[in-house]
């Protein structure tokens, strides 16, 4: 099983739509979770942490269920400019700490 | 304008060509990352290093081979790579690991290309 888990979609919206990503992790270890989006060949960005209690940056809200091992990133009234891919990552705790990444979920909105 | 610079952009390398990819941060982070992307594929952690110290070898080929002289400097040495290593390689960068939420910072990255 893979460490961190995404749909890979891909995610076809209009404008304006409002789409949701899922992301589960089976280390029950992790510490910090995070959200980068990747536009194609370029370096992965963030986008957003993921804190317990759940936040919202504008027009995304992300959050975690520790006791589902869950987190999730929803984006309303999507911008053509959102189409990206978006990583879930996990911080793993102890001496070796290390970023996880998801293999990504792809979204394309469209005009 | 990044924080994290790497250097080159782009690669093209033979077999038997030794080169070197260089990265620097200028965010004064203490640990640092090189992750490979290959096409269709997640990041693959490669190394990290922890105050200059690596603390992870994610069973690399010897034919890469990493180097941090100091926080802010880290190095990938390239030789008699194969096809099969052209991809993305990418440097991060974060603040350690202590207590805190540590987001890591990527570079641009260098496409490689081995030919």
């Known amino acids: 099983r893979k460490e961190v888990e995404q749909d890979p979609g891909p995610f076809n919206v209009p404008e304006g739509a409002t789409v949701a990503f899922n992301c589960t992790y089976s280390?029950?270890?992790?510490?910090?979770f995070f959200w980068y989006r990747q536009d194609c060949r370029k370096e992965p960005k963030l986008l957003m942490s993921?804190?317990?209690s759940g936040n919202e940056d504008g027009r995304f809200t992300a959050q975690l269920n520790r006791a589902s091992q869950y987190i999730s990133l929803l984006i309303r009234d999507s911008k053509l400019s959102d189409s990206a891919t978006y990583l879930c990552?996990?911080?793993?705790?102890?001496?070796?700490?290390?970023?996880?990444f998801g293999s990504g979920t792809q979204l394309t909105v469209l005009p | 304008e990044t924080g994290v610079t790497q250097t080159p952009r782009h690669l093209v390398m033979g077999m038997t060509n030794k080169k070197s990819l260089k990265c620097e941060q200028h965010?004064?982070?203490?640990?640092m990352y090189w992750y490979k992307q290959s096409a269709k594929k997640p990041l693959e952690l490669m190394f990290v290093y922890n105050f200059k110290e690596q603390t992870e070898n994610n069973s690399v080929p010897s034919r890469f081979s990493p180097e941090c002289p100091n926080s802010s400097h880290l190095f990938l040495h390239l030789h008699t790579l194969q096809p099969e290593d052209s991809a993305l390689y990418l440097c991060a960068s974060s603040q350690g690991f202590g207590n805190q939420n540590t987001e890591a910072f990527f570079g641009q990255g260098t496409r490689l290309t081995v030919v």
């Open positions: 965010l004064g982070h203490n640990a």
């Open positions: 280390n029950s270890a992790s510490q910090s």
């Open positions: 990552v996990s911080l793993s705790s102890g001496s070796a700490r290390q970023l996880t």
């Open positions: 993921v804190y317990s």
